[in-house]
């Protein structure tokens, strides 16, 4: 029986570039001298950290950051811009959190998305962090993937093992 799972990952070796890039990037620029910006990325907690002058500041090197991981091709909706909080010394501090695996209550809105389908012989089943859906015909679940691909959950969505 054709089946395929549905994951949400990050390559986290592109976000490690990215940040690199990123923070290169910051060294380099006139508007960053004398503000002491910094971006760190925390692997195991998977999240990022900017730190800056102002506010202002701040959201540029979030927008140096955005336009570092697009162009590593690493999704905007992997990302969680957390509030602007201040820091020590009238410093602006933000933690971005790297969203990766698909989350109970979301895999229960994939799975309705997929029953609310109707597509004959296509089911679907969570199995911890990935949605594995299984289908008679091979047909079917190409439809499935294009109307997963179509609907926005706010997630960024890959389709992995496809087996016949």
């Known amino acids: 029986m054709p089946s395929f ?3 949400s990952e990050i390559d986290m070796q592109e976000v490690r570039n990215a940040v690199d890039q990123a923070f290169r990037e910051v060294a380099n620029r006139f508007d960053f001298k004398g503000t002491d910006s910094t971006i760190d990325l925390d692997d195991k907690a998977m999240t990022i950290t ?5 506010t202002d500041r701040l959201a540029a090197l979030k927008q140096v950051l955005e336009e570092k991981l697009v162009k590593r091709k690493v999704s905007l ?3 969680d811009f957390g509030d602007v909080e201040d820091a020590a010394g009238g410093r602006a501090r933000q933690v971005v959190e790297l969203k990766a695996g698909i989350a109970q ?3 229960k809105k ?10 004959k012989g296509v089911q ?7 949605v ?15 109307a997963l691909k179509e609907a926005d959950f706010d997630l ?3 389709f992995q093992n496809f087996r016949d």
């Open 77 to 79: 909706k992997a990302v």
């Open 110 to 119: 994939l799975n309705k998305h997929i029953k609310d389908l109707k597509m």
């Open 5 to 7: 799972d549905v994951v």
């Open 156 to 158: 960024p969505l890959q």
């Open 50 to 54: 900017l730190e800056s002058a102002s």
């Open 132 to 146: 594995r859906v299984t289908g008679k015909k091979r047909d079917a679940l190409q439809d499935v993937i294009a």
């Open 105 to 107: 209550d979301m895999a």
């Open 124 to 130: 679907s089943s969570t199995q911890g962090d990935q």
